[in-house]
């Protein structure tokens, strides 16, 4: 029993390892101009400010982005270090509360130094953006913009609820990608697409169609991350 459970913790480590250091990751400066190999856009801050195209359309200076980096390199090897600590909870249920917490954490730590580089205006421009790509329940969750639609106390619940669900059904795909082949990573990837636009999906029918309307304008003017299947997106202009 005691080695099975050892197992067990083990397993729940890594599937968790996985979604907490994907965060750093996705914040690495890398230059791109779309999303991922498995067409995910990064929607961290950080992550989103690695995208030229982001850049571009936010007019970021070149030695803003080298302050940018530098705040990427601080967070992400704090980041890391939180998740060595987070190792030793065996707690799974306190182990994922935590790494919740430390998610948090790290966004409000790269919005508050993100202010002192970037302008106001770059700033909601930004968060726009962001909405674009983030997914709903995550948007939904914000302060600002449960405010801004005047969300019910019943909605915020269930839009919790679905993202909470959304969430272990991804644990569960992730615990899938270990020592998988191409193949499999292929269909897991297709597999955590379907579930994000069926939460995305469920998540916008709590709103009222005034929410709704009020949600598409708080997204501001669409910037296209993502390279249509078949085609391959050109290096933007300089």
């Not at 029918?205 to 296209?224: A, D, F, N, Y």
Request: charged fraction near 40%; aromatic fraction near 4%.
């Amino acid at each position: 029993m005691t080695r099975i459970r050892n197992v067990l913790v083990s397993v729940m480590v890594l599937v968790m390892g996985v979604a907490f250091v994907s965060a750093a990751e996705e914040a690495r400066p890398r230059r791109s101009r779309g999303g991922s190999r498995s067409g995910r856009v990064r929607t961290s801050l950080l992550g989103l400010l690695s995208n030229e195209l982001v850049q571009k359309d936010l007019k970021v200076k070149e030695d803003e982005i080298a302050k940018i980096k530098k705040i990427n390199d601080t967070l992400r090897a704090d980041m890391r270090k939180q998740y060595t600590e987070l190792r030793k909870i065996k707690d799974a249920g306190k182990r994922r509360t935590k790494m919740g917490e430390l998610r948090t954490q790290y966004e409000n730590n790269a919005r508050k130094q993100l202010q002192d580089v970037l302008s106001r205006d770059q700033m909601i421009r930004l968060y726009q953006i962001r909405s674009q790509y983030r997914a709903v329940t995550d948007t939904l969750a914000s302060t600002y913009v449960a405010k801004k639609l005047k969300l019910t106390d019943d909605q915020k619940t269930k839009a919790a609820k679905i993202g909470s669900d959304e969430r272990t059904k991804r644990y569960e795909i992730y615990r899938t990608l270990r020592d998988a082949d191409e193949k499999k990573r292929a269909e897991a990837y297709k597999k955590l697409g379907q579930l994000r636009a069926d939460a995305d999906k469920t998540a916008l029918e709590l709103l009222t169609e005034e929410q709704r309307e009020e949600l598409e304008k708080m997204k501001g003017k669409k910037l296209e991350l993502r390279t249509p299947k078949g085609e391959t997106k050109k290096k933007p202009a300089a």
